[in-house]
Every structure is written in structure tokens, then in C-alpha cells.
């Protein structure tokens, strides 16, 4: 039977490398973004049946409109799209910037997630998968942007708790540094690059692929008795105890 999955964010960096590999497996996988140009470039590129859907995951109605052109049942769910909405610039100027700005990143990365599932839900069949792609910066204090992620990483037991009835599975994957994606938006210095290696065990960048991977197994039926979990695909800079 051909597996149906869903990747938010699927038109570059890990979203399509997630992509990518899920339809490499024979998948049928919608990919969504809100740039129409993007996601259709990559549903060509990718080998294999990808649909490329326009939504902005923080919108109700959006998600709404995305939920009817999807097939009646989903097997994997990846909520993947986000991004640091608060990089680089000054210190907000005042407390109506600081609030904008909590905002973008607690919208862009835990409720597009809170709400793409709740948009689905009824979809998602028995002994499905869902896979929440959070941060290591959940783990370092990084801000309006780590407090996303960690709250992602709590609302993920909610979740978990909530589907485990019905033999899904919800797990984060929480990247550490991964080069290769437009997440930087052009603005990592050498400097930068060379010290998040550091950082590693390992001595290197992650790429997109070692984060599919990690998405692959997870959503795999040898892992259908694994739920609730986060699991650091970050080179070995956050250690679990
Ligand atoms: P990219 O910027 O390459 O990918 C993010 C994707 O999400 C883009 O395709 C973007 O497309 C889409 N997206 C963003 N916001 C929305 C939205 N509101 N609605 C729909 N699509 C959206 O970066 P990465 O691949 O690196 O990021 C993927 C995930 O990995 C993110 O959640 C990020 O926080 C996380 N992550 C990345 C790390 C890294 O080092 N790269 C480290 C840790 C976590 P469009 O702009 O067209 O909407």
C-alpha cells in the first residue's frame, strides 16, 4: 500500500531532504511553503509522486483549504516548517516590538505544528506517525525561538498522550546545526560555521539528510513502539543523562 505523507516546509532544506527520501521510498508526499515557485521547482526535482500545496501553516483558514485537497488518510505527518523569525538586528525598541516578535517565532514554530495537526487529525490513520522537528536551541535558552522549540518539545507529550490511543506515534527530532539550508538566510559567517562545528563531537555540520533519516525510522514500522520522545540528531553537542 502507498503510504501518504504530509512535510510542512517541504520546499527546501530539511523539509525536502525529508521529502526526498520519503518518496524515494515510494510515498505519495505533499509538500507545503508559501512560496508557490519553491515548492513546485522541488515537487519537479524530486524523483517520484510529490504534490506541491501552497499554505502558510500559522493561517486557520489556510490550513482549513490545505485539509480538503488532502487524501482522507495521512500516514506520516512532519511538522517541519519554522524558522528563527528573530535572527539578527537590534534589541526590540520597546515592548510592542518585543511582543512582535514572540509572536512571529511562537507562531511560526509551535502553533503552525499545534494547529497543522489539529487541522488534520481526523486523518491520521491508526498506527501513524508524527514528527515534530524541533531544535537543540530548546535545550540552550535561545530566546523567543528556543522557548518555541521547548514548547513544542512539551506540547509533543500532550500530543503523544493524546493520539497513543490510536497506535500513533509522536516523537521530535531536534536538529543541531545544519548547514546546507536556507534557515541562515545567507547571513552564517565562516567564523560562525567553524565554531558550531566545534561545538560537535563529531566535527562537523549536520545535514539535511542525517535529519531525514532520523524522520524515516521514526515514522517506520520498526519504530512503532517508540512515542513521546526527543531525539537530538546534533552531533552529540546537547548530552542526555
Ligand atoms: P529552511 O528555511 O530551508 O526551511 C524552512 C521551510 O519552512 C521553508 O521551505 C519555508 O518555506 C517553510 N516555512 C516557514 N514558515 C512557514 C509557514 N508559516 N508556513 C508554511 N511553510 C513555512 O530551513 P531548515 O530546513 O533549516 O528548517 C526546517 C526546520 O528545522 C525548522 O523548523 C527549523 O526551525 C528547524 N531547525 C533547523 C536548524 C538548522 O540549523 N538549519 C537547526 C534546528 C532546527 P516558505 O518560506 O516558502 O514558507
Redesign the pocket.
Known sequence: MIRTTLV?????????AVATLFAADGDHVFI????KD??EAAAEEIAGTVTAIV????DPDQLIALAAELPPTLDVLVN?????RDMEGPPPAGLHELAARWRANLE??LL?AVLTTAAVDDRLAEGSAVVN?????ADRGAGSYGAA?AGMNTWNIFLAKQLGPRGITCNVV?????DE????HGRKTPEFHAERVTETLVQRA?K?AD?AEAVRFLASPAARHITCQVLRVDGGVIHSR
Open positions: 510542512t516546509g517541504g520546499g527546501s532544506g530539511i523539509g525536502k507545503t511553503g508559501r512560496r519553491l515548492l499554505c502558510d501553516h500559522t517541519n516548517a519554522g524558522g528563527n511560526a514554530n503552525a522537528i524541533g531544535s537543540f536551541a522549540k531536534a536538529p543541531g546545526y545544519i539550508t536556507e534557515f541562515f549536520g539535511p535529519i
